[in-house]
């Protein structure tokens, strides 16, 4: 198991910043990529970001610019960090790890099911 715990989502207006955590607790989380979806009311859940255990990163069009997605020095936590948000970025923010030990690319990177962990999610609300 690979317990992943985001924080850092709260209410913010347009063109603010919000930077999310997301942390888990066990060694091997090194070997994981790291993904960040999210999940709009009434909406599909969708890909964001995601970062590599080498660091390679993957961006959706509409954040491209705005985004950032980091993981720190011993890969223990991953970060998003969100500029210029606009109300269309409101929703739940998940994390995800996954790809264990297994080569990434730009297209499994954006896909869901290939991550086997996920965390509980975090809310963000951007106000007009």
């Known amino acids: 198991q690979v317990p992943l715990v985001e924080s850092g989502g709260e209410l913010v207006h347009t063109g603010g910043s919000l930077r999310l955590s997301c942390e888990a607790s066990v060694r091997t989380f090194s070997m994981y990529a790291l993904g960040w979806f999210r999940r709009a009311p009434g909406k599909e859940r969708e890909f964001v970001a995601a970062?590599?255990?080498?660091?390679?990163?993957a961006y959706r069009d509409s954040v491209k610019g705005r985004f950032i997605v980091s993981r720190d020095g011993d890969k223990k936590a991953a970060f998003l960090q969100m500029n210029s948000l606009i109300p269309e970025d409101t929703a739940v923010y998940y994390c995800?790890?996954?790809?264990?030990?297994?080569?990434?690319?730009?297209?499994?990177?954006?896909?869901?099911?290939?991550?086997?962990?996920w965390g509980q999610g975090t809310q963000v609300t951007v106000s007009s």
């Open positions: 995800a790890a996954g790809l264990r030990g297994r080569s990434a690319t730009q297209i499994t990177m954006r896909d869901s099911r290939v991550y086997d962990y």
């Open positions: 970062i590599t255990s080498g660091g390679v990163t």
